[in-house]
Structure formats: structure tokens, C-alpha cells
């Protein structure tokens, strides 16, 4: 399996004020539906693929479906390739597309067309998981083609084509059509379907006007700005460096002195263009020492270069404020892109030179200061900091007056204001809750109908928007609109600054002077994020002191946080903010702000907090959530998880008696050793071996820590050279005297069973060649140590391989399984068919159970864990292991990708922390540990129940049902204390009434622990 792979980082920061230009045609939440349930076919297409002549089928809207559902029919018998559904779309600028699809179990993908503005059509099989039934599917198809233009494409995607268009690879917007289609193997079953098809445009975007700094000069250096000597005229000499002002400010310095020769020098700096739609002004401060004018050099967005001469400057000592209006120094010399004398879009480059024009001779010095931009930039909505469609309880209004919920002919509730001409000196007022709000520009719409008494506009209804600071006090009140006379529903909207000091916000809705009715819905206000032109918080890092931020119960819930910058924060931003959610995303603790202390003499910020645990449960999963203000873009975030965990139960027992094996990427980091440890693993799998020439020295790294831990170990061999490799570097001699010498040097230290070999492949000669390997190994183990298990090669039950008489060099089978958990029980039957065929009957381990995790959610992973492992004890399996724990991520790069998805602990900067399914294993070990399958019971309603006990009666039950959620009742001691554990490792209590306990069930297992002291169960 592949390493895992990066995703590209965001830019940086864009700073100062915004100014609202415009706005385009999408909703904030412009979702739209792409099966019409009044349209044939629900308004799509079907074809039969007619460049592979043949198949036949149809596409159809199944009669009264909620969702409406497309069934795509598909018959290959006479020829063809595949079937599709196609949808057209208006201009969409698109982020993603979301579907509910249903195919056959052992299905993992689904193909995709998706054709852009340029008519390319990028075709994509996009992963599925393979169990089979509906399954809900989001593609980020923004996100996707910027990791695939980046190099380092999400893992989400089994296969990529494109042509036609621009037949470049990249997404240009908008999506034009939408195709799924079907081929011989999708459509087995006859047909496939999907429905809630969705697509989500990008968030809306709006121009807005920024202010951006252009002399931050960083701690040592000129910071961006760069020296030039002219040197196509040989002669001048000069310099740039930055100074301090009277002012305690910092400056540029550019000196020249052309007495040598040469005809000028310059400072010049280059900017990135892609957020700024339009340079409009450029605004410094000069001072000259024996300078009376000074050229300059202006590089727009097509590469074109405006220059202009002879601008004046005095040099009486003082600072000067200059503006530069580029369309007014474009006009004059010019050259190279557009060439047609004209200012296009964006600044691209800035250059002041001095000349030998500048001066009548001698030295000469330009100051120059207070660099500012003023642009016109594209800000995009963020999503709703706040918002209230009244439909939810929790919908708490202040009111004073005629104020009420109530419908309004729009298919819901709205605030209602009312009064009569009776009641008009009775105040009519509703206030919103307070609700945060960061500085910054923001946009606020809702809907408004109106039936008022307005001779004029003075009689109206006022919607005001009112700021505070964090100790209740006033900022300010803004007014964000007025309603007068009578009005059907129409969407309003506004746009406002909120000022540094201001952290809550709350709505006033007021009627003055007027009496009548007056309805608000779908209040949003949401915060406009500018693309940032440069890269401010580089990462954010956060590391504990407990292994796998896996903390013991009396352990101070501590989190230390490192904000790695590529230039100094702004004061406004030094501050983290922090939030606990469940697995679920929910919050259940809100923290206050924490301030950043910046290092001496670098650009990394840090903080620490310590989270309240007695607000926390014990054994329950969580994520710690942090944000970094960036001005006005979007914050920078990072998470981590986390669980107040006991030690593991697992390690009060003798490591054989804890059915439980791990190997790893790479078993030979001492990290791994640890958190395996932490989870209760007790025999872990090492990398021993021997080298190949005499005199076949052994190795087994990682034996110290196993030996600290009070582990056993499970190694694999050189035989899995010669799977891989054949003989080419090991012979039938090394393999045997080296096996010797290993477990001379190791086997009374910790061996525990010996694993030969790791997923071959190949047929004919190549089995008979690992075979050969296996006996080798086998022979010279049992000739050591009759009693040391010997696992076979883990491999699919494949017949070659029992016809070549491996079952003769091994004491136990092996094999992977990494398709749905039902594919463990079939496996294992079709090896006990083999078994009984060749008279071979022996135990069976898994070395590898696992999930295709890639663009799973962890959700999903945990289950497929307490699944997998379930039934493989059920089946009657020895040991298992569940791949994997944790690989190097020193760079934070490989988070999602391929290898990174597979380990139960993010290693994100090597901050080992835990994900869902790492707690969903903790507990599968731990409730387990030497308890025994005794029993299972498959329910007509679909539950599955399985019972495992040991010798003191001590009992686990794990429960699930894959098709809906039920309760289920399970017979338990009348005395019996019963606890669940759910798949985020929250417990609980179960009431007995007369034997039975009554549990919910469903997708997700549930485990039950009591004790049946007859041990009866």
C-alpha cells in the first residue's frame, strides 16, 4: 500500500476594511434539486451508450417515490458496454454534488460524467462503499480538481479520463451536464438507483473594495521588496534597506549614486494578482535627500508594463503622500502584454527607481513609506454565523406588543408584528437573541410582507442591527432597512462592518408610527471572507503529553497549541478559539478565547488551555475544534481527538488470552508500539528477520519496547521476500539456518506465533516456489520448538495453494479481508470447505481486517471495526487484527489520502491523536478481552445479536441491524447490572425488568456488559 500523499494549503491573509460593490444571483443556501417530479423521466435523459452497439434498457421516475427516485434498467445480452442518466443544467458554478445511490452489494463505485463550461467531459469512478443497499454520497467537485491540479489528488476517485473541451484536467466552472452511468457488472441485478440528487454551488461571491498593505518587511530583511541596479547600464551603485522613521514606523531606503556610470536603479516588488479583480490606488509616503523626481514602473494583469517619468518629489526633509491612480500612469510608455497603452485589472509588479535624471549629481536617497493597495477584491459568504427561519422551537424573540409566530401563506412560521390604529402609542418591538459576531463585513438577507398605514415612508418598520462589545456594552446600531405600505414577500438584504471591539450582536424589528401587519422570515447573517493574497498561518499544531491524546481519568486535560506564521499576526488576530463536539459535530463546550504569545525572534505564536473534565464523560470520544483569526479571510482551523480513557482492561490479563494481533505500515517505529499498548493490544506484530549472506544475523527491532510493555510479539519472515521477489536474494539455506539463529537469539523473550508471509500473488511455478519458502521456515521452527504456532501466508482461500500442500508448513490459516464485514464469514467457510476437502482442519487468524477507508467517514470505519471483528470471533476465528494503527505524518501533509486513512490514530504532524474508530477499538478489546463466541441470534426483523462470555460468567452482547432502528429485547440474570457502550465509547445504564432488557439498535452496535454468575447464558 502507498504512502500517504498531500493536499495543497490555502493562502494567506487579506487585511483592513471592506466595502460592499456587488453581489451575485445564489442564495447563501442556493441548493438545488435535480429530479423534478413533475417531469418525465424526472427531467433527465437516458441512453444506451450507442458507440458500443447492443445494450438495451430505460430510465424511470418511480410512481409516487418521496424522494422521487430515478431506476436505471440496464440489459447487456445483446452486446453493448453501458447505460446512463444524464441531467443538463443551467450556468452553475459548482462546489459539490450530493446523490442517493443504490447498488448491489460488492459494488465500491459508481461512473461519473461531469462536463464543464469549456465542454470537456472528465469522467470519474467515484469510491462507494460496497455493502450494498442506499448509500448517501457527496463529490467535492471544487476540492477535488484543485488536489488533482495541486499533484496530490484526493483518494476518492479509482479512475480519471477526460477529453474534448479544454482537455486539460481542470474544472472550469460551469457544470453543464451531469451523467451516471452503468455497465454489466453495476447492473447485475437489472437496474440501479438514485434519488436526492443535489447540487451545491460555490457560496455566493461579492466584490468588495480592501485596503492591503504593502511594507510588511518581517523581522529582518526589505520583506517582498527587492533591489535593482539597473545593470543593463553598467556603473551605478546603490542599496535598499529598511529604516526607522522619527515615528517609531519603519521605511524603505533606496540610495543610488551614478558617479561611476549607469542610468538608474529601482525597488521593485511583485505582487500575487490571482484574488485582486482591480488595482484602483496605490497610496505611500516619500521623502528624498537630494532627489527632485523619480520614475515609476506599474506591471498590470496581462504583463503589460506602464512606465512613467519625471514624477516630483521634494527634498525639504518632509514625507509626502503620494496617490498613484494607475489608468492615469497607463497612457504614457508602455510595453510587452496587452501593449494597447491601457490599465487591465490587477497589479502584478510595482517599481520607484531613481535616475540619473533625479538629481543634478551626487548621492541621493528616497524614503519611502506607509505602503497601501487599494483593490477591488471577490469576498465569498461564509456560512450562516447566525440565522432564524422561526421554525424551530429554540426560535426566543424578545417581544413587547402585538408579537407572535404565525403562518404566512409561505409554507411555514414568521415573526409577526401587528398593532391597530387603537393601539398605536403600545411599543411593537421584537429583539432577536444576542448571537457572536467576528470584526469584519457581513451580509445580512431575510424576507419581508408588509400591510402598514404609510401616508409616507416615515410611517414604516425599521429592522436595526445593534453591536456590543463582550462586556454588554454598546458599539453601535445600524440601520438595515425599512418597510412601508403594503408589500407581498421580497428579499432584502444589507451589508455591514463590524468594527474589532464588537463580539455579539442581536436584531431589532420595531414599528414607528405606523399600524398594520408585518412579517420577517429567514434572517441570515453571514461574514464575508476574502480570498486571502497570501499566506498567513502556515499551521496549527497541537500535541498533549498523553499518548494518543488518550488520557487517563485523574489527568489534567491539557493542550498545548503551536500557530506557525509566515508573517507576524496582527494584534487583532493573536487569539484561539476552541470548541468541543461529539462525534457527531455537535457542541457540548464552548471555551472563551485564548490569547497568543509570540516566540522571541520567529513567527510562531503559542498557547495552552486545559479543559474542564468533570463537564466531560469518561470514555466517550471527542474533538477539540480551534480557530485562528486571518482579518478579514476565513479562519484558519485545525482539530484533534481526544478521550478520557481508563488504562486498558486488556492489560490485566496474559497477552495470549487477549485475542488481538496488530501489524503496521511500518512495525518498526516506536510510537506504534505505544498507542497499540494504549488501546490494550498485547501481542504486536515486529519486522524480525535475518540477513541473507552468512552468517544470517538476526534483527527484531522494537523488542525493548515489547519487553517494557510486557507484550508478546508476532513477526513475520523472509519468506515474504521470495513472494515478492522469488529466490533472486534468498535461498532455501539462508532461510532455514537464518530461521534458526533468530529464535536462538529471540524465541525465549517475548515469540508469541510466527506469520510467514503477506499476500502473494502469482499462480504456477511462483506457488510452488512460496511453498517451498513456507516449508523451509516451518521445518526448521518445528525442529527448534515444536510448540511455536506457525501462521500461514495470508491469502484468499485459493485452491493452487493447498494442491501444492502449503496446509503441510503451517499450524494455522491466514487471510485480509477489506470488503464488507459479510465478506469475514464467507471467507472463512470457503477455507473450511478447503480444510475439510484435503483433510487440513486447523485454526484460522486474521492479520488483517480492514476498510478501503479513503472518503469513508469515520463513522462508517467504526462500525465496519465492531462488525468485522464480531463475526470473526462468531466464525469461530482465533486472532485478529484490525489494519492499522498510525504511519508518519511529520509534514501534516497526508490527512484523507490513501495510507493516512487506513490508521485509527491521526498522525497529522505526528500529534497522534485518536479518531472514532480508534475508541470503537479500545472498546471492542477491552469489553471482549478473554471472553468467549457463545452464541448468536439473527432476528427475523433483520437484528443481529451475538454472545460472547467467559468462565466467570462476565457477558458481552453486541447488537445491530443493518436495515432501521428497532428495540430489541435480550434475556439477562435478574440481577444483573447492565451497561451499554455505544460506538463513540458513551455509556450507559439498561433497566432489568423480569430478565429482559430492552435496547435500541441499529446501524451503529451496540455492546452490553453484565455478569451471569451461573454462567448459564
Known sequence: MNTPHAIPRVLGLLVLFVVLIAKTAFAADGRMALIDAEKPMGGWTFDNGQEFPGAVGNLELQPGSSPPTLVLHGDFSGGGNYVQAAKSLPDISIDSIAFDIKVPAGIGKVTTRLIDGTGQCHQLDIRLNDKGGWQRYTFPVARYFASLEAGSPMDIVSRYEKWSGANDGRWHQPLKLFVILAGKETLREGSIAIRDVTVIPTPPKTEVAATIRLDEFGESGTGNWEYNNGDEFKGATGGLKVIETSDQNRALQLAADFSGGGRYVGVRQRLNSSAVKTTKMIRLKLKGENVSQYSLRLVDETGQCHQRGGLKVSSDGQWHTVELDPTEIAGGEHWAGANDGQWHGALTLIELMLSTASSDGGPMKLEIADIQADVIVEAQESAASWSDDFEASGSVWIPQGGVSLAEAGKG????????????????????????????????????????????????????????????????????????????????????????????????????????????????????????????TVKDIRIATAAVGNLFLPNDPLAFQFTVNTAKPLSPADQWIRCSVRDYRGDDVLSLSESKLTR??????????????????????????????????????????????????????????????????????????????????????????????????????????VCEKLGAKWVTGTPASEVERNGFAKVSEESLRRGMTNFLKAYADRGLAMIAQGNEPHGTGQKVLDNVKAYKAIYESVKAFDPNIEVIGTSVEPNEEYFQAGYQEYLDSYDFHVYEHYTSVRKVMRQYRELMKKYDAVKPIHSTELGLNSQGQTRLAVAIELIKKCTVFFAEGGKTVSWFTIQYPDPKGRARGQFGDSHCVFDCKFNNYNPRLDAIAYY????????????????????????????????????????????????????EAEVETIRIDGQRGQIAVQDGTARVGVAEEPVMLLYRNASAQE
Request: glycine letters at 8%; charged letters at 25%; aromatic letters at 10%.
Open 412 to 535: 411555514g412560521k414568521a415573526m409577526h408584528l401587528h398593532r391597530t390604529l387603537d393601539d398605536l402609542q403600545t411599543p411593537t418591538i421584537a429583539t432577536s437573541p444576542w448571537f457572536p459576531v467576528r470584526r469584519g463585513q457581513h451580509i445580512i438577507r431575510y424576507r419581508t410582507k408588509s400591510a402598514l398605514h404609510s401616508p409616507d415612508n416615515s410611517f414604516h418598520v425599521a429592522v436595526t442591527l445593534e453591536l456590543a462589545d463582550a462586556s454588554g456594552h454598546a458599539v453601535d446600531t445600524i440601520p438595515l432597512g425599512i418597510t412601508f405600505g403594503d408589500s407581498d414577500w421580497s428579499e432584502k438584504d444589507a451589508t455591514v462592518a463590524v468594527s474589532e471591539e464588537t463580539t455579539m450582536a442581536r436584531l431589532r424589528v420595531e414599528l414607528k408610527k405606523t399600524y398594520g401587519e408585518f412579517y420577517i422570515d429567514d434572517i441570515t447573517m453571514s461574514r464575508l471572507e476574502v480570498q486571502p493574497l497570501e499566506q
Open 599 to 704: 516566540s522571541s525572534g520567529g513567527n510562531a505564536y503559542t498557547t495552552s488551555v486545559t479543559l474542564p473534565a468533570e463537564k466531560l464523560n469518561v470514555g466517550q470520544f471527542y474533538e477539540l475544534h480551534v480557530a485562528v483569526p486571518q482579518g478579514l479571510g476565513a479562519d484558519a482551523a485545525e482539530f484533534c481527538g481526544f478521550a478520557i480513557l481508563p488504562e486498558a482492561a486488556a492489560k490485566q490479563f496474559e497477552p495470549e488470552k487477549i485475542p488481538f494481533t496488530i501489524r503496521n505500515w511500518d512495525s518498526r517505529i516506536g510510537d506504534y508500539f505505544l498507542l497499540a499498548d494504549r488501546l490494550g493490544i498485547r501481542m504486536m506484530g515486529v519486522w524480525g528477520g535475518w540477513s541473507n549472506e552468512p552468517p544470517y544475523r538476526p534483527h527484531l527491532p522494537g523488542l525493548e
Open 923 to 974: 472498546n471492542m478489546i477491552n469489553a471482549l478481552t478473554d471472553k468467549r463466541f457463545v452464541r448468536e441470534d439473527q432476528r427475523e426483523d433483520g437484528s443481529q445479536v451475538f454472545v460472547f462470555q467467559n468462565d466467570a460468567g462476565e457477558t458481552l452482547v453486541v447488537a445491530w441491524n443493518d436495515t432501521k432502528e428497532t428495540e430489541i429485547t435480550i434475556g439477562v440474570p435478574v
